[in-house]
């Protein structure tokens, strides 16, 4: 039921500033349907150049799905022809068209080019018996065939569902975070893991990930004490034994240690840079 105040504007029409057509005067400048888009272009962040190339391509062909020409699911989400906005290709951020779902994961990184050779070569292959020939691909990545993107942490496991991060990386990234360290030490960190994979900085040991208790569970050190501008990934019981010690202190007095344990050779003293507090 339209209240009082509508019925008053119920002759005056305008036009969608999405799709064009006529519709009630109201409050949106949108019509019912793309005011739901248009809230939805919002929310997934797409920029203005993008959002303008979309209204443009609706003004003009409707709700259609730009790869089969139907007539696009507005609500429900769980349909295949649900419209998403489909990049027509993976590296233009600008030019996103109306695309039924389950089209647009078929289409995934694939170029519109690349994607028609395929439909068509794979239509022949089906039809007529054809060999499908290959053609490189500019923008595939490892995991994409799965629609899964690569883990941002360790750039090896496939990331969670609609996740930056594999669930292993995605503990290491939220203690990151916890112990609220700079970004440039946890570019660092994911750098390091990444090349050398979870293992402790200073002896190379593979390290515990799930249990706390564990003496290699992996812990961030200072580098140098109490400085937070480098931190590495190091061992509970390594993290406990370095304590004030600098890496370079750390090592010389290991080797004291093992030299006096081994030989009985005397171990010699040394001024420790950071070591100012009392003994706790
Ligand atoms: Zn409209
Ligand atoms: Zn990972």
């Given at each position: 039921m339209l209240s009082v105040k509508q019925k008053k504007h119920i002759s005056s029409h305008t036009k969608c500033r999405g799709c064009g057509k006529r519709m009630l005067l109201?409050?949106?400048?949108?019509?019912f349907y793309c005011a739901k888009l248009a809230k939805r272009l919002h929310n997934e962040h797409f920029r203005a150049k993008a959002r303008k190339y979309f209204w443009a391509y609706l003004h003009k062909r409707g709700r259609r799905c730009h790869y089969s020409g139907i007539l696009l699911e507005i609500d429900d989400d769980t349909s295949p022809w649900y419209l998403v906005f489909s990049r027509l290709d993976p590296a233009d951020k600008a030019k996103i068209v109306p695309a039924a779902a389950f089209l647009n994961e078929m289409k995934s990184s694939l170029s519109e080019k690349e994607f028609w050779y395929y439909v068509l070569a794979l239509d022949d292959h089906r039809e007529k018996h054809l060999k499908v020939k290959k053609i490189p691909l500019v923008h595939w990545q490892v995991g994409s065939s799965t629609g899964d993107k690569v883990c941002a942490g360790c750039w090896r496991a496939p990331a969670l569902k609609g996740r930056k991060f594999c669930a292993r990386c995605a503990r290491i990234a939220f203690r990151m975070k916890h112990d609220r360290l700079f970004r440039e030490c946890i570019n660092e960190i994911w750098d390091y893991v990444r090349k050398y994979g979870f293992v402790c900085y200073y002896t190379g040991m593979p390290l515990e990930l799930d249990d706390p208790k564990s003496p290699w569970y992996l812990v961030f050190d200072h580098w140098m004490p109490r400085d937070p501008r480098k931190i590495v990934i190091t061992s509970s019981l390594l993290n406990e034994m370095k304590s004030d010690l600098t890496e370079k202190e750390f090592w010389y007095f290991i080797r004291q240690l093992a030299n006096f344990r081994r030989h009985g050779s005397v171990v010699r003293k040394r001024k420790l840079a950071y070591w100012c507090r009392p003994y706790r």
């Open positions: 109201n409050s949106s400048k949108y019509c």
